[in-house]
T-cell receptor, first 115, second 116 residues
Framework: DVKVTQSSRYLVKRTGEKVFLECVQD?????MFWYRQDPGLGLRLIYFSYDVKMKEKGDIPEGYSVSREKKERFSLILESASTNQTSMYLC??????????????FGNGTRLTVT | AQKVTQAQTEISVVEKEDVTLDCVYE???????LFWYKQPPSGELVFLIRRNSFDEQNEISGRYSWNFQKSTSSFNFTITASQVVDSAVYFCALSEAVLTGNQFYFGTGTSLTVIP
C-alpha cells in the first residue's frame, strides 16, 4: 500500500511565523501535490511537482512556496503565516509523470491553526 | 466556473436505506478521468473508483455502484443498504488529459451521515 506521511497532525503557529509542512511518500511516485481543504470550498490545489526540483503553481499559490529536493519529499512553506491560512492541509502523490489517470494517494492531513 | 459540482452538501439517511450522491462535471476535453474519494472522520481521503471518459459501463463493487452518463455529464455514486461506517465526506474529482495536464479538480464534497 502507498504510504503518504505528513509530519504533523495538528500544528498551532503564530502570525508571522515561518511554517514548514513536510510530506513523505514511500512508493517512488513522480507527482506530489499540496491541497488545502476548507468547509464549503472542497480541496484547492496550492502547488504540485512532477519531478525533483520542479514545481508548478496550482490555483491558490499566494502566500506559499514549496521545495522538492528529493523525490520522496515535498515540503510546503508558509513564509509568514497569516490567520487566513488556518486550514487543513493535505499532501498527495501519484505515479506516472504528469499522468492524468493515476489516482491520488493522500496523507492524513495537517490541521494548521494560525493565531 | 466550477468544473465539478456536488450539489448535495449534506445528506442524512437511516441505516439500510439506499442513497445516491450526485456529481456533475464540466470539461472540453474528450479524454478525461473521473474519480470518487471517501474521507472518513479520520481525515485521510481514500480512493474508491476511477472511470475514463470512453467507458460508460456502470460499475458495481459490493454495496457501491457508479453510474456514468456522458450525455448529462454526470458520475453518480449509489450506496445500497447504507451502514454507519459509510458516514463520511465523499468527493468527486475530474482529471483532464490535454487542457490542464495533471491537475485534479475536486467537488466541494457531500457529507453523508448514516443514522443507526
Amino acid at each position: 500500500d502507498v504510504k503518504v506521511t505528513q509530519s504533523s497532525r495538528y500544528l498551532v503557529k503564530r502570525t508571522g511565523e515561518k511554517v514548514f509542512l513536510e510530506c513523505v511518500q514511500d512508493m517512488d511516485h513522480e507527482n506530489m501535490f499540496w491541497y488545502r481543504q476548507d468547509p464549503g470550498l472542497g480541496l484547492r490545489l496550492i502547488y504540485f511537482s512532477y519531478d525533483v526540483k520542479m514545481k508548478e503553481k496550482g490555483d491558490i499559490p499566494e502566500g506559499y512556496s514549496v521545495s522538492r529536493e528529493k523525490k520522496e519529499r515535498f515540503s510546503l512553506i508558509l513564509e509568514s503565516a497569516s490567520t487566513n491560512q488556518t486550514s487543513m492541509y493535505l499532501c498527495a502523490s501519484s505515479s506516472g509523470r504528469k499522468s492524468y489517470n493515476s489516482p491520488l494517494h493522500f496523507g492524513n492531513g495537517t490541521r494548521l491553526t494560525v493565531t | 466556473a466550477q468544473k465539478v459540482t456536488q450539489a448535495q452538501t449534506e445528506i442524512s439517511v437511516v441505516e439500510k436505506e439506499d442513497v445516491t450522491l450526485d456529481c456533475v462535471y464540466e470539461t472540453r476535453d474528450t479524454t478525461y478521468y473521473l474519480f470518487w474519494y471517501k474521507q472518513p472522520p479520520s481525515g485521510e481521503l481514500v480512493f474508491l473508483i476511477r472511470r475514463n471518459s470512453f467507458d460508460e459501463q456502470n460499475e458495481i463493487s459490493g454495496r457501491y455502484s457508479w453510474n456514468f452518463q456522458k450525455s448529462t455529464s454526470s458520475f453518480n455514486f449509489t450506496i445500497t443498504a447504507s451502514q454507519v461506517v459509510d458516514s463520511a465526506v465523499y468527493f468527486c474529482a475530474l482529471s483532464e488529459a490535454v487542457l490542464t495536464g495533471n491537475q485534479f479538480y475536486f467537488g466541494t464534497g457531500t457529507s453523508l451521515t448514516v443514522i443507526p
